[in-house]
């Protein structure tokens, strides 16, 4: 990749020197395409064919309505920064979710590091957990097809996520372990079987080849052995109460994992709604895709799992202290179509979309950007994956030369009026 | 095991007396005497079936699936009611008479078939979904009539439709501007009672049963869905966000005397109607855990 860096902004040029605002980083990954217009952007005063069947509810950031699918949400709304004029340039899922997480297209190669790739690069090994944790069912996809921008891309599979899957009981699975029977962080109480175990599937996996996974079965193998890596898994240290409030589906304990990697200093955590895109196809786990039944699967499923676990995890983050010094965003890979389909549904729209900002001194209670009366396009500078990955980075502490030094997210400008 | 049903089925009843006799007839968080399953899974879609003697319901069993499953009134016990589908499955509608059921299916990507089984026979007429995109929604069965309806969209609107029980001679009953959704008939079949967002958001709507005359029974700025009929006709039960949360209410059957049955921080949603008309089952969000729930109904 040629070496052209973008001109510092004023933001930029207001962080450089300074220690890192974002100790972590803590990214909420909306798989498959939230509708703006029924969730964060409503356009009520829009045609009956683009406006949907939600009203609006007021938020605590004055003049600024959610619709009344997040009743919870609007009432944190104080609490992070909302943008809504996000573009993108793909308007497929794989590729589209390529951007998102790196800033560039997959093609031409090579694909680019995964952000939390490049914050786990500039830290180094920094305690006992990985640098990059992926907290989800596996690596993210589009049917067969995965996201290729999901991990370590020109840094390597090194800086490759560490995937831990979380039920929506709350129980931790290591699918770097899959091959050692029945094993998970819980079970782990003997360290004599365990290597036993460890040793009987190494011999016969020898000359196997399977070298990405002999890499994060390492990495899981160091974890399992040392306490307090292990500790950062395990839910039932969590109070019964603490539990309750996340919501037993998979995104909500989920999102109290990563809480908890968040607490024991993971410098990147990208938390999956979902491993597959489709919101109702037979063996895809109900990712927001909703071409179909877009208005019901919001309003039974999606939007009340999101409505109870994002609230309870910005409070826990926020009353655990950690919010100083944690950047949490949440985002997806573009919008939904403005206008309703001949489905009575909504498809794919990378012309305009949202993301939600909050910590590491992010100023809260804002709304930055805005779209046109149908939500088509924003009316404002139009915010690039390349920007939200950059000022990833600023926040993180990763400036200019550092990013040069790296060769990533090359001619990328911050958000300016985020910092 | 005779004896061991006679005492849980004594026992539910017993608490619904005792609910009844203290004058606490919603559910309330802490109250956990009238919860009918106990696995915290998601749930949608409960139904009383074989005279209210079991539920059948939908559950996600796995985060890839939705499965329909059948719940033992007397004794607690569950079981999938397809056990060697891997598909998802859900919205399962009765005939009155129990011979016919009726199910969504996905089929592949955002494809969605529906079947109507007929238990008597042993035979299922399938309605494929069209091409691309596509899938019905919410079937329900004409209790006069070899019928039934459901909706489906098409050029941007949610139309009611109406099949015969070979899925065959197509109509469509109501197309209006909008989402219409949720349709069920009173249990003379004269009317059909659902939900609809021809005036902007869900509202619910009652017309007579070839869809003409629709006349609006709420008329609020939430969301009016799920609406059911009492077992007499009297009475319709539906979801409302009207207070800020989903919560079950009543009405009459003209829209008058509209009253919220529950008070749960959480999620209430999904009425259906006991045979007896005087509870209904529910899912109910308890300390982020969905269950079923009998709610008693004044």
Excluded at chain 1, 310 to 337: A, K
Excluded at chain 2, 196 to 220: C, E, F, H, K, P
Excluded at chain 2, 266 to 293: F, I, M, N, T
Aim: with cysteine; hydrophobic share 35%; proline share 7%.
């Amino acid at each position: 990749m040629p070496l052209a860096l973008g001109l510092p902004s004023t933001a930029q040029s207001a962080l450089a020197g300074r220690s890192p605002r974002a100790k972590t980083v803590l990214m909420v990954w909306l798989w498959g395409a939230p509708s703006h217009l029924d969730t964060f952007d409503p356009k009520p005063d829009a045609p009956v064919e683009y406006r949907g069947p939600f009203s609006t509810i007021a938020t605590r950031t004055p003049g600024v309505r959610f619709t009344d699918l997040l009743p919870r949400i609007a009432q944190r709304s104080d609490q992070f920064t909302l943008v809504r004029s996000h573009i993108t340039t793909q308007s497929g899922h794989p590729d589209g979710g390529t951007v998102a997480l790196t800033g560039f297209h997959e093609k031409p190669g090579p694909v680019q590091p995964n952000f939390g790739a490049i914050v786990a690069k500039h830290r180094g090994q920094t305690g006992d957990l990985p640098g990059f944790v992926s907290v989800g069912r596996g690596i993210i996809r589009d049917a067969g097809r995965i996201v290729e921008g999901y991990g370590g891309g020109t840094l390597g599979k090194a800086y490759d996520p560490f995937l831990i899957n979380c039920t929506e009981e709350g129980k931790a699975d290591l699918p770097a372990l899959k091959l050692l029977d029945g094993l998970s962080p819980d079970r782990i109480t003997d360290r004599k079987s365990l290597l036993g175990q460890i040793d009987k599937t190494r011999r016969s996996l020898e000359g196997a080849g399977i070298e990405g996974w002999a890499r994060q079965y390492q990495q899981a193998y160091g974890m399992l052995t040392n306490s307090k890596a292990r500790d950062a898994f395990d839910l039932t240290r969590e109070s019964q109460a603490t539990r309750d409030a996340y919501g037993y589906s998979t995104f909500g304990q989920s999102a109290l994992m990563a809480r908890r990697l968040v607490e024991a200093e993971v410098p990147y955590v990208q938390l999956n709604w979902s491993e597959t895109v489709e919101s109702i196809t037979p063996n895809w786990d109900f990712g927001w895709d909703t071409h179909l039944y877009n208005f019901e699967l919001l309003m039974d499923r999606h939007c009340p799992i999101l409505d109870r676990a994002l609230p309870v995890l910005l409070d826990d983050l926020s009353e655990r202290g950690l919010l100083d010094t944690t950047l949490v965003v949440v985002i997806s890979e573009f919008g939904r179509t403005p206008k309703i389909n001949d489905r009575a549904a909504r498809d794919h729209w990378p012309q305009c979309y949202f993301s939600l900002w909050t910590g590491a001194g992010v100023e809260p209670g804002r709304t930055i950007g805005q779209s046109d009366k149908l939500g088509e396009h924003p009316i404002t500078n139009p915010i690039t994956p390349l920007m939200v990955g950059t000022t990833i980075a600023e926040l993180a502490g990763i400036d200019t030369q550092a990013r040069a030094e790296m060769n990533v997210l090359e001619a990328g400008t911050v958000i300016d009026e985020l910092l | 095991m005779n004896y061991c049903k006679s005492l849980s089925r004594l026992a539910v009843f017993a608490c619904i007396a005792v609910a009844i006799w203290t004058g606490d007839l919603g559910i309330t968080r802490g109250d956990d005497r009238l919860r009918l399953t106990h696995d915290n899974l998601f749930k949608r879609d409960p139904v009383f079936v074989n005279a209210g003697k079991d539920v059948v319901y939908v559950v996600l069993s796995r985060p890839e699936q939705l499965r329909l499953m059948r719940l033992n009134m007397s004794d607690g016990s569950t079981e999938p009611l397809h056990k060697d589908e891997t598909r998802s499955e859900f919205e399962p509608a009765f005939s009155a008479d129990g011979r016919y059921y009726a199910f969504m299916q996905s089929r592949s990507a955002a494809s969605v078939g529906m079947v109507i089984r007929d238990t008597e026979q042993n035979k299922d007429a399938d309605i494929p979904p069209a091409p691309g995109f596509a899938g019905m929604r919410s079937p329900a069965f004409k209790p006069d009539g070899p019928r039934m309806i459901f909706s489906f969209a098409e050029g941007g609107r949610q139309h009611i439709f109406s099949v015969n029980l070979e899925g065959g001679d197509r109509r469509r009953l109501i197309d209006s501007a909008g989402i219409n959704n949720w349709p069920s008939f009173s249990p003379d079949g004269k009317q059909i009672v659902l939900g609809s967002t021809r005036d902007g958001n869900y509202d619910i709507y009652l017309t007579n049963a070839d869809g003409s005359n629709a006349r609006r029974l709420t008329d609020q700025p939430s969301q009016e869905i799920r609406p059911r009929f009492s077992p007499d006709g009297k009475r319709i039960a539906f979801t409302s966000n009207r207070d800020g949360n989903y919560e079950i209410y009543v009405m009459n059957a003209d829209g008058t005397g509209q009253k919220r049955l529950t008070q749960n921080p959480e999620k209430d949603d999904y009425p259906a109607w006991h045979p007896d008309g005087k509870q209904l089952v529910v899912v109910s969000e308890r300390s982020g855990r969905q269950d079923l729930y009998l709610l008693p109904v004044p």
